[in-house]
């Protein structure tokens, strides 16, 4: 069974702090793949970042930027100089092959609120 | 290009009513997953599609759950004798085939069902 698990319920942090959201992931597979969604209040669900688990590079785009350790079963993500508009709940996910669906199985979220 | 639509944006229904909620995938996009987000449960994988392929089925929470997809293209997923506990909003998500593992799912806007 997967499970995704984000201890940060509700962050605050004031514009222009950097901030990490955390993800614990657990799983039996050798090959899974990792995901981070974004839901800002207008409620759709948006695609950050998909990663394999042969993969542990860490990845830049402009202010995001995440780190996989398979060592600690994490998927961490970090917002630099964070923004108003950085206000969202982001969800980390979890898929693998399993009935060949690649369905999510996505942790409860982390609540990222950034105060002007 | 268009993301994925889906109708009615809401619903409100009585209690023992069945509903039918649409989503209208990305062209081209093989793979179609409906989970619903609840506060309660968080969000939930229900079922997904893939070509011609059965369906897999085991997310849904019922056998008062059902859907179909008609052409590779169009689902739609039929609750029956709703009951308060289906209170969510319905997600579809679609994305290119899973053949060579997990590709990025793209989220229509949902559907909040309500059940009075």
């Known amino acids: 069974a997967q499970k995704v698990t984000q201890a940060q319920t509700e962050i605050s942090v004031v514009e222009k702090e950097d901030v990490t959201l955390d993800c614990v992931y657990e799983?039996?597979?050798?090959?899974?793949?990792l995901f981070w969604y974004k839901q800002p209040p207008s409620g759709e669900l948006v695609f950050l970042i998909r990663?394999?688990?042969?993969?542990?590079q860490n990845e830049i785009s402009g202010r995001y930027s995440w780190n996989f350790q398979k060592s600690t079963s994490s998927f961490n993500f970090t917002i630099t100089a964070s923004q108003v508009v950085d206000s969202a709940v982001y969800f980390c996910?979890?898929?693998?092959?399993?009935?060949?669906?690649?369905?999510?199985?996505f942790g409860k979220g982390t609540k990222l609120s950034v105060i002007p | 290009g268009a993301g994925v639509s889906q109708s009615p944006s809401n619903k409100v229904t009585e209690k023992g009513k069945d509903v039918e909620l649409r989503c209208d995938p990305i062209s081209g996009h093989t793979a179609l997953y409906w989970y619903r987000q609840s506060l309660g449960q968080g969000l939930e994988f229900l079922i997904y599609?893939?070509?011609?392929?059965?369906?897999?089925k085991s997310g849904l929470p019922s056998d008062r759950f059902s859907a179909e997809r008609t052409g590779g293209s169009v689902s739609t997923l039929t609750i029956q004798r709703t009951q308060q506990e289906d209170s969510a909003v319905y997600l579809c998500?679609?994305?290119?085939?899973?053949?060579?593992?997990?590709?990025?799912?793209?989220f229509g806007p949902g559907t909040r069902l309500t059940v009075l």
């Open positions: 998500a679609s994305s290119l085939g899973t053949g060579q593992g997990a590709n990025e799912q793209f």
């Open positions: 990663r394999n688990s042969f993969d542990e």
């Open positions: 996910a979890i898929a693998y092959s399993g009935a060949g669906s690649y369905q999510l199985t």
């Open positions: 799983t039996r597979d050798t090959t899974y793949y």
């Open positions: 599609f893939q070509g011609n392929s059965a369906p897999d």
